[in-house]
């Protein structure tokens, strides 16, 4: 369970005071896949990371139950002085996960070979992605959170990343945020709109998109 109580966030951005939550109140159970529809430039990421606890709301509560990932495609706890060898093995310590289970997991699916073994500095982006990636899904979560602009790297790998998050969504929860419809409905089988500060929730992915289409 996530629930946000009276939470508000927003920014200075040129000048002016950009309102991403104001006031919310809102939860989201374990058990039904959440797409969230909102424009390009509302905060859709500071959301989701909130969700996260990677970002703090200034006003407000936000109570999680189970275990939240990190939104897919943030690498912001890769140490890039570190060895792709040693990232694994310090999260799979956060996490009391095997160390030697994760590692030859990440191994088999980052698919890097060598650069395992080197500085994550030293790293293309796309390599970066695959590694962060395999981290995630060697890891069981209740809530999965996504952010439509992530991707893990080419479209052969992307083809194979899907097919391992379809597979834990099978036994998890997925929180996705998107500005677009046609996004959410390969995954989500219930929906919410980020307008005006508020989350609204609905039952169905048509009703959400009705509201997020009046104009």
Known sequence: MIRFRNVSKSFWTGGRQKVILHN???????GRN???LAPNGTGKTTLINMMAGLEQPDHGEIKRSGRISWPV???GGIMPLMTGTENIRYIARLYDKDEFEML???IDF???GHYIDMPVKTYSSGMKQRLTFSILMAIEFDFYLVDEGASAGDRNFNQKASAMFRERLEYSTLIMVSHSADTLKQYCDSAAVLRDGQLFLFDSLEEARELYEYE
């Open 73 to 75: 495609g943030y690498s």
């Open 104 to 106: 030859a997991f990440c």
């Open 34 to 36: 959440l797409g969230i």
């Open 24 to 30: 919310a109140t809102f939860k989201v159970d374990v």
């Open 110 to 112: 980052a698919e890097i």
